[in-house]
Structures are given as structure tokens and as C-alpha cells.
């Protein structure tokens, strides 16, 4: 069946634009999660949504990155007024219910994220 | 202490080796384990699940001592294929938040 699908699979963007990254999970899968991974560096986590809520924004680095997940299904992960410092891979990944803990995640191609 | 801490490495082995790597976690009640691998420039990709008994896949063992907070994954005949980052991952539990270390490095060589 299919996996996780993230669009683009690049995106290059001047400083100051805003973004919009989406990611498609496996069907099924009611957790979804965003990660942001720099050049040589490990994972990084953003947010993680339950359904289409998020219990845990922690990871957002900043009031410049938001994320909303309709129908159980899309996510989007937007990030406003990019600096260069946002330059990374965005991973999105998804697993089955939150409840079944040893689920796991299963992870798309990422978005490959170039400010300029 | 980082919740979930791996020596980066790199592990540069000969073909044909043995190569074990292990990974501390400072929670005592988390309740699931990972290994991944992520090749260069990809996404991480499931190895297998850690099972409390152990459990073998092929020629990979994983292995967890909830005492010393730990697991292990031991790589027995490496191949030139193998090289790549082992992703450990600890979830807590709870709404299944997990936790990524930052990966060991392995480079088989010929």
C-alpha cells in the first residue's frame, strides 16, 4: 500500500517568504508527526498530532511555524517569514493509533527546505 | 542527561565483522524501543522493534537491560550495504511520543 507522501520534495525560497509543507499519511494512521532534521544532525521534533489535534507543540520552534491536520488525514506544516536558519529536511511520519505504544512510525521521503 | 544518548561514531568495521552499539535512556518508564536506519540524505527506516526477551532478525540482534537502561543492537557479517546511521528511539508511553537519538555511524569497508 502506499506510505507517507510529503510535497515538495523540494522547496527553494527566499528569506522572508512564507511556506507551506504538506504531508499525506499512511491511511489509517491517526498519528502523524513533523520533524525537522538539519545537514549532519539528528531529528528534531516539531509537533505531533492525535486525530486533527495537536497535544503536543512543544517542538515548534518558534510562533513563525504552525501546523493543522484535517479529517484525520493531511497535515500542513507552514512556516511564515522563513529565515535561513529554517534550512532542513521536514520529515513527516505517521503510526496507528496513539494507544497501540509500540506502533511505529513510519516516515516519507521528507521535504528538502533551502532559504535563500 | 539527554533522554536517549548514542555514540556517533563513526564505527569504521571490515566486512565480514561483528559491530554492536549500544543506547542509554534516561527514563525508566519507557515502554517501547526502536532501531532505525537512515542512509545518507534519506529518511529513517524501521529495523526492528526491541522486545524485552530480546529478538533476532536475520543477522541483527536487538537487545534491552531495563536495569542499566539500555539497548543494544549487534550486527554480526557486516555487509558494505549495512553502512549507514542506527536511529535509537525510545517512546515514554502516553500519547506515544517518541524519542530519536542523534544515530550511530557505520561505515563497513571492504
Known amino acids: 500500500g502506499a506510505g507517507v507522501s510529503q510535497s515538495p520534495s523540494n522547496k527553494v525560497t527566499e528569506k522572508g517568504k512564507d511556506v507551506e509543507l504538506r504531508c499525506d499519511p499512511i491511511?489509517?494512521?491517526?498519528?502523524l508527526y513533523w520533524y525537522r532534521q538539519r545537514l549532519g544532525q539528528g531529528l528534531e521534533f516539531l509537533i505531533y498530532?492525535?486525530?486533527?489535534?495537536?497535544?503536543?507543540k512543544s517542538g515548534l520552534p518558534s510562533d513563525r511555524f504552525s501546523a493543522e491536520r484535517t479529517g484525520e488525514s493531511v497535515s500542513t506544516l507552514t512556516i511564515q517569514r522563513t529565515q535561513q536558519e529554517d534550512s532542513a529536511v521536514y520529515l513527516c511520519?505517521?503510526?496507528?493509533?496513539?494507544?497501540?505504544?509500540?506502533?511505529?512510525?513510519?516516515f516519507g521521503d521528507g521535504t528538502r527546505l533551502s532559504i535563500l | 542527561r539527554k533522554e536517549v544518548e548514542q555514540d556517533p561514531g563513526p564505527f569504521n568495521v571490515p566486512e565480514g565483522a561483528t559491530v554492536a552499539f549500544n543506547c542509554t535512556y534516561s527514563?525508566?518508564?519507557?515502554?517501547?524501543f526502536f532501531w532505525y536506519r537512515q542512509d545518507c540524505r534519506k529518511e529513517p527506516k524501521l529495523l526492528m522493534s526491541?522486545?524485552?526477551s530480546g529478538n533476532e532478525d536475520g543477522r541483527f540482534t536487538a537487545q534491552l537491560n531495563r536495569a542499566s537502561q539500555y539497548i543494544s543492537l549487534l550486527i554480526r557479517d557486516s555487509k558494505l550495504s549495512d553502512s549507514a546511521t542506527y536511529l535509537c528511539?525510545?517512546?515514554?508511553?502516553?500519547?506515544?511520543?517518541?524519542?530519536f537519538g542523534t544515530g550511530t555511524k557505520l561505515q563497513v569497508i571492504p
Open positions: 511520519a505517521s503510526s496507528l493509533a496513539a494507544t497501540e505504544v509500540r506502533q511505529p512510525q513510519h
Open positions: 527514563n525508566s518508564a519507557s515502554q517501547s
Open positions: 528511539v525510545v517512546n515514554k508511553g502516553g500519547y506515544q511520543k517518541v524519542t
Open positions: 526491541v522486545y524485552s
Open positions: 498530532f492525535q486525530g486533527n489535534s495537536a497535544p503536543d
Open positions: 491511511s489509517g494512521h491517526t498519528a
